[in-house]
């Protein structure tokens, strides 16, 4: 399992949709086969996983919404499960 970087960017995989679903009560990642419904804090980090932000700017605006949590490790390792799962992707630069 290789550990993500904090420099990388990630952004949600072309193959999954990422949205609220009112009927699951929860964000999910639709593709062609089905759903994924995610937990609340598998949703916080996908929001942020935009393309725009590096790994580590996505931890610091978690930690700031969150700030008596230690975070880093977490979302290292979901942000490691996703990417080995398909469901996001490091941006290539322009």
Known sequence: MTRPQLD???VVSNKFRF???PAQQAHVL???EGMIKLNSSAA???KRLDG???LAAVIE???RKFPNAALEDDVKE???VAHEQGWISVKEPA
Request: proline share 0%; net charge negative.
């Open 44 to 46: 916080e980090v996908l």
């Open 19 to 21: 949205q609220w679903e």
């Open 8 to 10: 990388a960017v990630y």
């Open 78 to 80: 979901f942000v490691t």
């Open 61 to 63: 605006d978690l930690q």
């Open 52 to 54: 725009t932000r590096t």
């Open 30 to 32: 639709l593709y062609a």
